[in-house]
């Protein structure tokens, strides 16, 4: 067993039984299954968007190439410079090169998921330049030191009172402050932030091709104003987020809201198509767009598992999940947790490495059920644990136990070849091993039914 699956075993063992930890994540997500549970009943027909939004990226995904070349071009002629970048080493090399030749000492920077992929706050801070989140999730996770742990709600881990608690410590802010009060100091602290920093940097919920422009999504307008304050603008997306036209905005909009709050709409739905023109007077003077593989076109090539590139990452699938739920966002040590993430991580990282996440599903089947753009989640990690297999990847003792199950297993007479004792020294094996030290099951009879059923006949 390799090092991220013996840490994924182990984290899960000791979070599944956390309590405070449970009753949290109980808390907000069945606050967020209640807002959607509302914002679906606003569809007259939610299924038939949800089959129109699959369509759509499935035909992207046939196309990706010639979009991703229109939105290029489109781009350029707004007179922003496009960067395509191999991976989060390439994405890196090029933000740290724009941050240098705009003598850059501070960035404010929104909520996005592909500047985590590519561990941005790392890469800039080791140029001496400060990055400062200014989603109040991914503030609030910045100063605790932590990741985000959820691709929508970075901070659901946290109580309110585990927030003030944070705050009084960091900022010495009074103890047991309201959620109210912290999020005026947080926006006191992040409006000077905005109006200091020489560079802001987004990520993008869609690329638009025929208009070369970026759609951005958000909730509080610190996205609205990472972009336009600054006199930079560097947008960090990957190559799947791109859309034929702005006219399919109006479908999916309301169906990332919908799915990823509950909202018909989220707050703010911006497009940003280039830096200012001349006749305008405000907004940045340079716009800059990275678009990101990063493991996309290794992704692109499976047969199967390229359609979970139809993502739109509005982090149903995780709030749907009984794993997830259960193990937390940490557990995953991946940027992307729960059933997508479980999909694609080991694409985008280490296959060998990332495989395990695939086996951590019960193909419950409710991810699919509840994916705006009906991904087929649970079939696809089976794809994964197949290729898994086919590449020999399963540990020697997987492989000897599976043997040993199938031929037990194929038969009665297999099964009563060894007696009631013997089964349960495999049991405690199997318990010590896999189950884990929390769970126990059922002691095996010393004779089998079919020995019982012949004696009592
Ligand atoms: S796989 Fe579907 S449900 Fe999960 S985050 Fe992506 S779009 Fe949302």
Redesign the pocket.
Known sequence: MGKESKQFLSKSDDIAFDLKHRDKIKFNISRYDAAVQKGEQRYDNIELARLRAAQKKRNVLANLYDYLLEFENNAKNNGSEVLWALDEKEAINYVVDILKQNNTKLVVKSKSMTTEEIEFNHGVEAIGVKSVETDLGEYIVQVAGEKPYH?VTPAMHKSKEDIAELFHREFDTPEHSSPEFLTNFVREQLRENFQDAEVGVTGANFLIADRGAIAVTENEGNAIMSASFPKVHIVIAGIEKVIPSYKDLGLFWPLLSA?GTGQQMTVYNSIYSGPKKDIEVDGPEKMFIILLDNGRTELYDQKHQAE?L?????????NGCPIYKNIGGYTYNSTYS???GSVITPHFKDFKDFKHLSFACSLCGR?EE????K?P?PKLLLYNRKDSVEKGYPPFAEKLSTNLSSFVLSSRSNIDLVSGNIKNFGKKLVEHKIVGSKRKLPDIPSKSFSKQWKKRK
Do not use: E, F, W
Not at 310 to 318: E, F, H
Not at 370 to 373: A, G, L, Q, S
């Open positions: 691709i799915h979970s139809s993502c739109i990452r509005c982090g149903a699938c995780l729960g059933p997508i991810c509840v994916c705006p753009v991904i989640l």
